[in-house]
């Protein structure tokens, strides 16, 4: 079982990714903002990290960034729902996520990426 931390501002985001991991096994932890999930993976490393971009505190492009400096082996997947942002998913990865994810996105596709992730 896998510790997957999950940092978004939107409360439905966070639950229905709460219960599509936890129903595939996975622990869930949960942060409304970039700079208390930032807190809480330096507390508690998890073993990946699913974070939106656009968040009040701290946004998602300096949350990865911040991962990235102090966490080299941090595993990332990047979500965004901003219209016409598609540019943030790029520099998102640019910054070091291992992937993307255009909000709404597909459950399915979401959870084989968070399985490559974890066994990678």
């Not at 330096?42 to 960034?65: F, S, V």
């Amino acid at each position: 079982m896998a510790t997957i931390l999950i940092i978004d501002d939107e409360e439905p985001i966070r639950a229905l990714l709460r219960t599509t991991l936890e129903a595939a096994g996975h622990e869930v932890v949960e942060a409304p903002n970039g700079r208390i999930g930032l807190d809480l993976y330096r507390h508690r490393p998890a073993d990946l990290i699913i974070t939106d971009i656009a968040m009040p505190e701290l946004n998602g492009l300096d949350l990865i960034l911040e991962l990235t400096r102090q966490f080299l082996h941090a595993k990332v997947i990047a979500i965004s729902g901003a219209e016409g942002e598609k540019h943030v998913l790029d520099v998102a990865k640019l910054l070091g996520a291992r992937r993307t994810f255009q909000k709404p996105f597909s459950l399915p596709l979401l959870l084989d990426a968070v399985r490559y992730e974890l066994e990678h």
